[in-house]
């Protein structure tokens, strides 16, 4: 009988599937990569192959350029194929455009790697969808009691109060590039705020591939080409790190804010020196993560990249076989360091077959 430590191993490079010989998002190069979403700490570049969805492969293209794996293929939402016997199906994973979470099946027994999650609505993404399943591998981003995110539209309510509260300063708020500042400024439009939002040059290129792609943000623009008069009393949008750069200068009386489920604890927003904290975060909080794992009917939970001690506790106190995978590599997007220019000097935080011929029916290569 088909065991999960048949279809699913811990490896050095992370999570591998011995029966297709892929891994999924995996912390080394491999030769085949079945990618969730396009955050650095799960997509990395110099895969042999890699499958995604359609959004994922766009937006790693934009972030590494064109030669970032060396060959690509999209699988969209619900496309099952077959790679080496083990079927693989996509399912919204409601974290960020394009995220996805990965079933496996094999001789009736499905696992499914969710990669980061939430399970809340979010205008710029499809929503997480629940997959029943004999393994749960859950991230853990936010797996403490304590974390629990609230209402998102209260924390932009709390955003738009301090703006008319100062129309004559400008606020900055800190938020990571692919993502969550796409999120963040549909929240902004749902609160009705029509005003222009303004972006850091890190964010360009994403929301670019964000309005492409049809998600409503309203009228945005580059910051770089207002002056100090212009951005009284508007919103500008920048990677965290900014939020203590030089960048700063060219606002008037800046209000720091920070976008973040981090925000949670006090602390760390005093740390970081944010006068204006707002929980909204692109993960499940402990709730979410909770009931979740209780949903998808799972008797075996893997958990990863985050709080694994709590959740595994969670688990074995309700009777399921739960353990942490130990895996090393995945961070907090939220802090993903700087490595490029935008233009203007602000920092911008950023030989191998396919996984399947081509012939397998309902796939083929991406642009086919």
């Known amino acids: 009988m088909t065991q999960p430590e048949d279809i699913l191993v811990r490896s050095p490079s992370g999570v591998c599937c011995k029966l297709g010989g892929f891994h999924?998002?995996?912390?080394?190069?491999?030769?085949?990569?079945?990618i969730t979403h396009a955050h650095s700490d799960h997509a990395r570049p110099g895969h042999g192959a890699v499958l995604a969805t359609?959004?994922?492969?766009?937006?790693?293209?934009l972030r590494y350029g064109e030669n970032f794996a060396g060959t690509t293929q999209a699988l969209k939402y619900g496309e099952s194929i077959s790679i080496g016997g083990a079927k693989v199906t996509l399912h919204p994973a409601g974290h960020i455009l394009g995220s996805a979470q990965v079933a496996v099946e094999v001789d009736g027994l499905r696992v499914v790697a969710s990669g980061d999650y939430k399970n809340v609505a979010d205008p710029t993404c499809t929503a997480f969808e629940l997959v029943r399943c004999d393994l749960f591998i859950t991230e853990a981003t936010f797996a403490l009691p304590v974390f629990r995110h609230g209402d998102p539209k209260v924390e932009v309510g709390k955003l738009l109060h301090s703006l008319a509260l100062f129309p004559e300063r400008a606020h900055l708020v800190g938020a990571y590039p692919l993502g969550k500042a796409q999120h963040l400024i549909a929240l902004i439009r749902q609160a009705g705020y029509g005003a222009p939002i303004y972006l850091h040059g890190a964010m360009e290129k994403i929301t670019n591939y964000y309005l492409e792609r049809g998600i409503a943000l309203g009228e945005v623009r580059l910051a770089r080409g207002a002056t100090k008069t212009n951005l009284a009393g508007t919103i500008t949008l920048c990677p965290p790190s900014a939020l203590n750069d030089l960048w700063t200068r060219r606002f008037p009386d800046p209000v720091a804010a920070f976008a973040?489920?981090?925000?949670?604890?006090?602390?760390?927003?005093?740390?970081?020196?944010?006068?204006l904290p707002l929980v909204v975060s692109d993960h499940a909080d402990w709730s979410g993560l909770t009931a979740t794992i209780a949903a998808t009917g799972a008797k075996n939970v893997w958990v990863t990249h985050g709080q694994e001690d709590a959740l595994v506790h969670?688990?074995?106190?309700?009777?399921?076989?739960a353990r942490?995978?130990?895996?090393?590599?995945?961070?907090?997007?939220?802090e993903e360091?700087?490595?490029?220019q935008d233009?203007?000097?602000?920092?911008?935080?950023?030989?191998s077959e396919l996984l399947l011929p081509s012939s397998t029916p309902g796939t083929g290569k991406e642009g086919s």
Do not use: F, H, K
């Not at 359609?54 to 293209?61: A, F």
């Not at 360091?337 to 490029?340: F, H, I």
């Not at 233009?343 to 030989?351: F, L, P, S």
């Open 24 to 34: 999924l998002d995996p912390t080394r190069v491999v030769e085949r990569a079945v």
């Open 54 to 61: 359609p959004e994922t492969l766009d937006l790693m293209r």
């Open 260 to 275: 973040s489920g981090w925000m949670r604890v006090r602390a760390r927003a005093r740390q970081q020196g944010v006068a």
């Open 314 to 321: 969670w688990c074995a106190m309700r009777g399921l076989n």
């Open 324 to 334: 942490p995978l130990d895996i090393a590599g995945y961070g907090d997007e939220d």
């Open 337 to 340: 360091p700087s490595s490029s």
């Open 343 to 351: 233009g203007d000097g602000d920092q911008n935080a950023n030989t």
